[in-house]
């Protein structure tokens, strides 16, 4: 006995020698930043942690600034190539005893008040990240679980949805099922819904059709009018589906497949997540929240791709547990600059979206009339959850933009270079060359369209031509970064002045006074007077602020991949830096190029585009394993 003890000893002081020396290489090496030493410093000293704790503290602390919400104890290896250091981790099996040993660590979510860290699942996690990715699972599995009430009048709603998605009347022939209609029906079923696909699939459609469905299913009912919120990441996201959806409303009114009535009932006015949510200057807490719910019966969420881990599970606590919630989005855009890759880890844990268990696929069946048959094996804790939409339905000129996001989703960089390499230049482009070159290019390419900006009528055709072109940068700095690109513009195009006639700007904080929130689209107006305000579009209509009011605010003829998530422009320019970048990645490439609905047009050497082909976006979370663990056991204690 004596012997085992003083071997367990020995391994915990190897284990504290060898992180204490990985943690002094961290930081001389420059992977952790300044709040990863301090969080480990504050582990170690206040709290009297261990090194080993210290390490995985920092750790822990630096992968959220990566990503990630939470690192399988297996894959530190993996972070530490990402940071660039020569740290060698502890032994990984004398390193977990210690962890699982420390009281300063929390393990399979028991921890006490004070701790910071969790180790759960051998997973390592800041403790409030932990939280979130549980109170998250537990939420969801229990929303995934429920089922609607029973739709009044299933005939007259089976006209309906026959009537919105193309069937004629008497048309006896077996019907091709409509993967649009599906989303509809499930919408019509379960609590929770995810409705992903690529672009010009048909998203914004189907939620338009959506929306018709549930007031049509509640007027059967003799219900009220369900109260209904439409929401996005960002304001730029919020005005394009606002503007879509009504699209959508008036074809569907000229066709008469919907009524005026009808049309009239549904919200077009979409707001973004943190209005919707009550978002409070100075405080992390939103206004709703469990206690204080919101009012909505249904919540439909565009841009899922875009949301973070925190704002998830903030979401997804304040929609009342009666209500529908729907989540839009595409899963192989880029992951959320925030931790955690939400989207994500719900579409692992709903299979791929193309079965149904069988009660819902005998639902399916019997609304749609068409054979929906159902999966041989639920395929994920979230079984039935998700509908995947395959059917591109955009129009003439857009089939080589299609080749191009199917080639990039599959990863076929022969397919993808062979789009480029075959396709019409007017639609598809690659250059290469200096910065000289690059601004000459530029000068030719994007400037036009950026002057008829500032050329328009007034503020509103002023904003409607942004969406003809926009600079994507893959960098935010440097002589390719997206910082570079909006001076040289604003240059090029005014008066060497902060604000001047025709200036596109893009809101880069949330001001709850001012009614902008990040991401907003505004451009600046001089009136017949010669005073200068800029114009933003929201929710009420066209507004005027003047521009030493504005809150955080920069140029917005060039943005990050990032930042355009969710956005659309006739015309995409992106620019790629001139050697490899750790931020280039086949979901980098694949994010910038769907944002174009027309034409693209590539600045960037051939090593560094098959390079960024080559590499995938790493993110860890721990939420697809939460949900496989809810569903195992058949236990959710919803907070």
């Known amino acids: 006995m004596n012997d085992r003890i003083r071997e367990a000893h020995g391994d915990a002081e190897r284990v504290h020698a060898d992180a204490a020396r990985a943690l002094h290489r961290l930081q001389a090496d420059g992977a952790l930043r300044q709040v990863d030493a301090d969080f480990a410093a504050l582990l170690r000293d206040r709290l009297r942690a261990s090194p080993a704790v210290a390490l995985a503290g920092a750790l822990a602390m630096r992968a959220v600034a990566a990503g990630h919400s939470s690192v399988a104890l297996g894959d530190m290896h993996r972070l530490l190539d990402a940071l660039g250091t020569s740290a060698q981790l502890p032994d990984l099996d004398e390193w977990r005893a210690v962890l699982q040993a420390d009281a300063c660590v929390s393990t399979d ?7 910071l860290l969790d180790f759960s699942r051998d997973r390592i996690a800041l403790r409030r990240y932990a939280r979130y990715e549980q109170a998250l699972a537990d939420r969801l599995a229990a929303r995934a679980a429920q089922r609607q009430e029973a739709t009044a009048d299933p005939p007259a709603l089976r006209a309906l949805l026959s009537r919105l998605f193309g069937r004629a009347a008497g048309d006896h022939a077996p019907p091709m099922l409509d993967r649009q209609a599906l989303a509809v029906a499930m919408a019509l079923r379960r609590r929770l819904l995810l409705v992903t696909g690529g672009p010009g699939t048909g998203k914004t459609t189907t939620v ?15 219900a009220p009018p369900p109260r209904i919120a439409l929401a ?59 206690g204080h719910p919101l009012r909505e019966d249904l919540v439909v969420v565009d841009e899922a791709s875009m949301v973070d881990l925190p704002l998830m599970a903030k979401l997804v606590e304040a929609v009342p547990a009666s209500a529908t919630l729907v989540l839009i989005g595409d899963p192989d855009q880029l992951p959320a600059v925030e931790a955690g890759d939400v989207l994500g880890g719900l579409c692992a844990a709903s299979g791929d979206g193309l079965s149904l268990p069988a009660d819902d696929a005998a639902f399916a069946t019997a609304l749609l009339g068409t054979d929906v048959s159902p999966a041989q094996a639920d395929t994920g804790p979230l079984a039935g ?34 789009v480029f390499a075959h396709g019409d230049e007017a639609v598809l482009s690659r250059r290469h060359g200096d910065g ?6 530029l000068r030719r390419e994007a400037l036009p369209a950026f002057a008829a900006v500032r050329d328009a009528d007034d503020p509103g055709q002023a904003l409607a031509l942004a969406a003809r072109c926009r600079i994507l940068a893959a960098l935010r700095r440097g002589p390719f970064g997206a910082e570079h690109w909006n001076a040289w513009c604003a240059a090029e195009l005014g008066e060497r002045t902060p604000y001047f006639h025709g200036r596109l700007l893009m809101i880069a904080a949330n001001s709850e006074r001012h009614g902008l929130y990040n991401g907003d689209l505004g451009v600046v107006w001089r009136d017949r007077h010669g005073d200068l305000a800029a114009w933003f579009e929201t929710p009420q209509g066209l507004r005027a602020w003047r521009p030493a009011q504005l809150p955080v605010h920069a140029s917005a003829y060039a943005t990050t991949v990032h930042k355009a998530q969710g956005s659309e422009f006739d015309r995409v320019l992106l620019v790629l830096p001139d050697s490899d970048a750790r931020v280039l990645s086949r979901e980098l490439l694949y994010t910038a190029l769907t944002r174009a609905r027309r034409s693209v047009w590539i600045w960037g050497a051939t090593e560094t585009f098959e390079r ?15 949900l496989r663990r809810i569903s195992a056991s058949g236990e959710c204690a919803v907070p």
């Open 109 to 115: 979510d028991a921890g006490h008040a004070g701790t």
């Open 208 to 222: 338009a059709r959506l929306l018709v469905a549930v007031i049509e299913a509640a007027r059967l009912r003799g």
């Open 232 to 290: 996005a990441p960002t304001g730029e996201e919020a005005a394009r589906l606002r503007e879509a959806i009504a699209a959508v409303l008036r074809a569907d009114l000229a066709a008469g497949r919907i009524d005026a009535d009808t049309a009239a009932a549904v919200p077009t006015q979409a707001r973004t997540l943190h209005r919707l949510l009550g978002w409070q200057p100075g405080r992390v807490a939103f206004r709703h929240h469990a």
């Open 385 to 418: 959850a998700r509908v995947h939409l395959l059917h591109g339905w955009r129009q003439a000129g857009a089939a080589p933009l299609q080749a191009l996001a199917g080639a990039l989703q599959r990863g076929d960089r022969d397919a993808v270079l062979d």
């Open 436 to 441: 000289a070159a690059l601004a000459e290019a």
């Open 612 to 626: 960024a082909l080559e590499r995938r976006t790493w993110r860890e979370s721990g939420l697809e394993a939460r």
